[in-house]
């Protein structure tokens, strides 16, 4: 089978691998569709934080496909079933695994990284991790459900967002785009903000979507504030820059006795003021990763169209030249590349 191997920094290759069986206790599944996220462009890069990433390795962790084998002691799926797999596996037995936070496991490892990823035809994993997909989500749709469970984990369980809210989502990358298109299912008043980069493709993708946007290199976020909160400042903020400047505008852009969401992780130092948020009563909040019940809380969102996968998702990129989707996702020129390994 043909799998995408990194094989060192920005640097990708088609190599041929074994088809895998599976041992008594695990699944193969056929891969159907798979997607690049931030953390996958990092590791493309090979950025300093990802060094610990034994190359060369088959990347992917975001992926939809159909269980093609079982081991023989293997009870709970079926071949020919549609799944997808929770692709960060919590080790169940440090405290916060034990105490109902395993999103933040103390020894956690991720598929594509720790392990052979999705990048390929067929991949083995172990069926405590895999979610059934509902029979009205398109298996190529599925594929959304893990960067949707992030941003379903960022606005359903990490916010206080009510209809009617106020809402400024920083940052129009995939997070981003899900967080805002599942805040505006709601009911919420939604603006995106982008820069200049983000208007080519990513800040008319989420227009695409019905949610206004607005270029910060061109129009000044105070002038926003001023005319959708009366200049009282946005109920809620979430910040999926992935930049140390994020919380800073956020703390500048909220109002008093509102909340702001960190969904992005920011690189570099920030030199936040937050006497202004004490004397505020600003809820700062913080939203990593997800959880079983925001998988299936995605794959939800996904069947009932409040996610509107068609739209997000770019099927432009071939597997026979991967390097280009990554390339592309790094100068924003897409926003969630895709891959299809259905033959």
């Not at 079982?70 to 709970?76: E, R, S, Y």
């Not at 034990?98 to 390929?120: E, L, W």
């Not at 920030?270 to 948020?277: I, K, N, T």
């Not at 009563?281 to 913080?286: R, Y």
Request: hydrophobic share 35%; proline share 5%; glycine share 10%.
């Amino acid at each position: 089978m043909d799998a995408i191997v990194q094989t060192g920094a920005e640097n990708v290759e088609i190599q041929e691998r074994k088809v895998p069986t599976p041992n008594a206790d695990e699944v193969v599944v056929r891969v159907h569709t798979a997607g690049i996220c931030g953390s996958d462009a990092h590791a493309y890069k090979y950025d300093e934080s990802y060094h610990w990433i034994p190359i060369p390795r088959i990347m992917g962790h975001e992926y939809s496909g159909t269980v093609e084998s079982v081991g023989a002691d293997v009870t709970t799926v079926e071949p020919g079933e549609k799944v997808v797999e929770e692709p960060i596996h919590d080790c169940g037995e440090c405290f916060q695994c034990k105490n109902g936070q395993p999103n933040v496991c103390q020894d956690f490892s991720i598929t594509g990284m720790h392990r052979d990823g999705a990048y390929t035809e067929y991949v083995t994993v172990d069926p405590e991790h895999l979610h059934r997909v509902p029979e009205g989500v398109p298996l190529r749709d599925a594929a959304l459900t893990e960067p949707t469970s992030i941003a379903a984990r960022a606005v359903l369980t990490q916010s206080a967002l009510e209809p009617g809210d106020a809402v400024l989502v920083q940052g129009p990358g995939p997070i981003g785009v899900l967080t805002a298109a599942i805040a505006d299912s709601l009911g919420a008043n939604v603006v995106v903000s982008g820069l200049g980069k983000d208007t080519a493709y990513r800040l008319p993708l989420v227009e695409e979507l019905g949610i206004e946007t607005v270029n910060v290199a061109e129009t000044e976020l105070s002038d926003v504030v001023e005319e959708r909160t009366q200049g009282g400042g946005f109920d809620i903020v979430f910040d999926a820059t992935g930049h140390h400047s994020g919380v800073e505008i956020g703390v500048e852009h909220v109002r008093k006795g509102g909340q702001i969401v960190m969904v992005g992780i920011p690189n570099g130092v920030s030199e936040v003021g937050l006497a202004d948020s004490v004397r505020g009563e600003v809820d700062i909040n913080t939203s990593y990763g997800s959880t079983w019940r925001n998988f299936e809380q995605a794959l939800r969102l996904l069947e009932d169209g409040a996610v509107n996968a068609a739209t997000i998702m770019d099927t432009s990129y071939s597997t026979d030249d991967p390097a280009a989707a990554f390339e592309a996702f790094l100068s924003s020129e897409t926003c969630k590349p895709v891959f299809s390994f259905d033959a």
